[in-house]
Antibody, heavy 118, light 107 residues
Framework: EVELLESGGGLVQPGGSLRLSCVVS????????MSWVRQAPGKGLEWVSG????????YYVDSVKGRFTMSRDNSKNTLYLQMNSLRAEDTAVYYC???????????WGQGTLVTVSS | DIQMTQSPSSLSASVGDRVTITCRAS??????LIWYQQKPGKAPKLLIY???SLQSGVPSRFSGSGSGTDFTLTISSLQPEDFATYYC?????????FGQGTKLEIK
């Protein structure tokens, strides 16, 4: 059974940092591209960043470029999102999602809430 | 960036109704279009990929069509468990943008 479990969310002050983790099981992690998708309270979904299976390529939405860094440790089956210089508008539930090249984002974690507030 | 526009933003319907949700891309995305269903407090669930391919385990009352810039999601006969918010997403190029969502409510 495929499982994705995010952690690391919490309350942080504007300008602060957080590192999110997503531990996966039930599939060959290194074979799949992965993404982070966020959802602000009461709002829609926003794709934030993506990473290739090897970790050699990363992609970001413009609003987080230079502030967020996505990485992965395939030996630990873990995905990361380092978030720096956090802003109030980064407040959201952050989901990790597995991208199946034959289909789409077919498996998602339960999400972790990040709240940026003073 | 490619902009995705869904319509309507909300929709009231009854059990048994046939409903259609549309999604328009700001430029051609071929068939790189995905549909998700999301219920409150839950992660999105993949329904349709490649514009018209039904994800394994999804009921056949869901169908998708379109290519280029115009796409539709159709639910042939609404069931109580279908009342949720639906999102389209393009996976043609990064950033993989979503539509703003369509909230399907019980009439």
């Amino acid at each position: 059974e495929v499982e994705l479990l995010e952690s690391g969310g919490g309350l942080v002050q504007p300008g602060g940092s957080l590192r999110l983790s997503c531990v996966v099981s039930g599939f060959t992690f290194s074979s799949y591209d992965m993404s982070w998708v966020r959802q602000a309270p009461g709002k829609g979904l926003e794709w934030v960043s993506g990473i290739s299976g090897s970790g050699g390529s990363t992609y970001y939405v413009d609003s987080v470029k230079g502030r967020f860094t996505m990485s992965r440790d395939n030996s630990k089956n873990t995905l990361y999102l380092q978030m720096n210089s956090l802003r109030a508008e980064d407040t959201a539930v952050y989901y990790c999602a597995k991208f199946n090249q034959g289909t789409a984002f077919d498996d998602w974690g339960q999400g972790t809430l990040v709240t940026v507030s003073s | 960036d490619i902009q995705m526009t869904q319509s309507p933003s909300s929709l009231s319907a009854s059990v048994g109704d046939r409903v259609t949700i549309t999604c328009r891309a700001s430029q051609s995305i071929s068939s790189y279009l995905i549909w998700y269903q999301q219920k409150p407090g839950k992660a999105p669930k993949l329904l349709i990929y490649a514009a018209s391919s039904l994800q394994s385990g999804v009921p056949s009352r869901f169908s998708g069509s379109g290519s280029g810039t115009d796409f539709t999601l159709t639910i042939s006969s609404l069931q109580p468990e279908d009342f949720a918010t639906y999102y389209c997403q393009q996976n043609y190029s990064t950033p993989y943008t979503f539509g703003q969502g369509t909230k399907l409510e019980i009439k």
